[in-house]
């Protein structure tokens, strides 16, 4: 009954959530080139709610925990004002100045401490705190939004309806404990959410959007064309870069810089990308990358990274299928295009790719994820102009059987089989068993697992029925096939009885 408490709790706090985080459109003067916070989506708010690990404990924070021994136990936890966390088992601690990964750990640790036998123990972030924040300058809705401690800047400044045209998104001002902090949102597209570029924002910050100072146009064979707001002394190769840099056929030494000065006067000049990317550049640039004659293109679209990918670096996965037309010249191949777009993501279900040729109509599976691994010519494609490869994605867990909240859980790499459990609003503790969990995959087979086990993205997650519960099916399958047979030996018996009576010679 707590359990089942529990996940109602939780589904309304999720729906609260979602009503009172409203969709709001991104910031920034390209629109899509910056991050765009999508607050109303609840997946977005349960995985980040169950993946907050770098977490600044906040009073109102109401976690749960739940652990099994002889049975299941689930508490709601609510921290005080005073920093105090009331846990059973444990007792009272004060948790101020910890992260949430710390605390996890530290109750986990106790708990399992306290009762070696126990099968499993989790606890989660239930529902964060919420507080308000000020937000003012160049933005649409200035005033106060309401934001909880996995909120960051970016998405105070999405609640507040996005920066206004001509406002800055690359010298935001956060003021905290009486001190401004700069922060530059296109810097966060290469960091960690929560970083020095978009950090989680705290009780009391307040948030202003200056004007922006150098704002330039850029046009042309770039990734990402559109108008992009500059620091001083940022220059040409900086600009290239926050564009996704040159397209394949993109002609490095035909940039052409147009220049206004006073008076409506201007200049106009051509480049070399290679030679003179030092180039500083001013407000109301116009820079324009050369274009070639009009070609055929090849369309890939699916779980592929969009760019090439640097083994020493982070990045990004999308979790979305990327589109991309990539020109075709003679030659062109599957594995060339892969290696244009950075390889197939971990979401992406590459051996069941398909190529569609746009002459014939025809679909040609193709193992992506051999092709990539291998690098080997002899399993490659050709490509003809017009073709389309398609590159599944999965980026769903299923969790079915008996559990409370059967459905899809966003993937997240984090998370093993206990985890998408309690996404799942836990196992049912009359039906459900802990001890009967498996993988079931297309064709119906299935692998035994335990809470601890890895879960890759597109599993199904299937939680059996307990031994008395499957008892009870059999025995009620044994009454009524008995039924059935005594209605038989019966039917049989009236049919000799009126043959002996009345049709015997």
């Not at 600044?56 to 936890?77: A, E, K, N, S």
């Not at 202003?208 to 108008?227: D, E, H, K, N, Y």
């Not at 999308?318 to 594995?335: A, E, N, R």
């Amino acid at each position: 009954m707590k359990r089942s408490l529990a996940s109602l709790a939780l589904l309304a706090c999720l729906a609260a959530l979602a009503a009172a985080e409203a969709p709001a459109t991104g910031f920034g003067i390209n629109g899509p080139t910056g991050p765009v916070y999508t607050g109303g989506d609840p997946a977005e708010i349960t995985r980040r709610i169950l993946a907050a690990t770098r977490y600044r404990l906040t009073p109102g924070d109401t976690y749960q925990l739940m652990f099994q021994v002889d049975q299941t136990y689930t508490y709601p936890l609510v921290l005080q004002d005073t920093y105090d966390l009331d846990l059973p088992v444990i007792g009272t601690i004060n948790v101020k100045g910890m992260e949430f990964a710390a605390l996890r750990k530290l109750v986990i640790d106790r708990i399992r401490k306290a009762y070696p036998l126990s099968v499993y123990v989790t606890f989660n972030l239930l529902v964060p705190a919420r507080f308000d924040v000020a937000v003012f300058g160049g933005v649409e809705s200035p005033g106060v939004v309401t934001v909880t401690p996995l909120s960051m800047v970016s998405d105070a400044i999405a609640l507040a309806k996005g920066i206004r045209k001509g406002g800055s998104y690359r010298r935001v001002l956060l003021t905290r404990g009486g001190k401004d902090l700069e922060v530059d949102l296109l810097a966060y597209n290469n960091s960690e959410p929560g970083g020095p570029n978009n950090p989680y924002l705290q009780p009391g910050d307040r948030i202003t959007i200056p004007a922006a100072g150098v704002v330039v146009t850029l046009s042309g064979q770039v990734r990402f064309p559109g108008q992009y707001e500059m620091l001083p002394e940022e220059t040409l190769a900086h600009l290239l870069a926050y564009a996704g840099g040159l397209l394949p056929e993109a002609r490095a030494d035909a940039v052409e810089l147009v220049r206004f000065k006073a008076g409506d006067r201007q200049s106009q000049s051509t480049l070399d990308a290679r030679t003179q990317a030092g180039t500083v550049l001013a407000n109301g640039d116009r820079i324009q990358v050369g274009v070639p004659a009009q070609r055929e293109m090849v369309l890939v679209q699916g779980g592929l990274f969009g760019a090439p990918v640097s083994a020493d670096k982070p990045v990004v996965v999308p979790v979305q299928p990327i589109s991309v037309d990539v020109p075709w010249t003679p030659g062109l191949s599957v594995l060339q295009v892969l290696e244009t777009l950075g390889g197939p993501t971990p979401y992406a279900k590459g051996k069941n790719a398909v190529l569609v040729r746009k002459t014939t109509g025809e679909r040609i599976p193709v193992d992506v994820d051999a092709l990539w691994s291998g690098r080997d010519p002899a399993g490659d494609l050709p490509l003809e102009p017009g073709d389309t490869l398609s590159v599944p994605i999965v980026n769903e867990v299923f969790v079915a059987g008996e559990v409370h909240v059967p459905g899809k859980v966003v993937y997240s790499p984090a998370f093993t089989v206990a985890e998408y459990l309690v996404a799942a609003g836990g196992i049912d503790k009359e039906t459900g068993s802990l001890d009967s969990l498996w993988f079931v995959d297309a064709e119906g087979n299935r692998t035994r697992v335990t809470t601890s086990s890895v879960v890759p993205p597109g599993t199904v997650i299937y939680v059996d029925r307990n031994t008395w519960t499957k008892t009870q099916k059999t025995f009620t399958n044994i009454m009524v096939v008995t039924g059935f047979m005594t209605a038989i030996v019966a039917f049989v018996t009236a049919v000799a009885e009126l043959w002996v009576t009345y049709l015997a010679p």
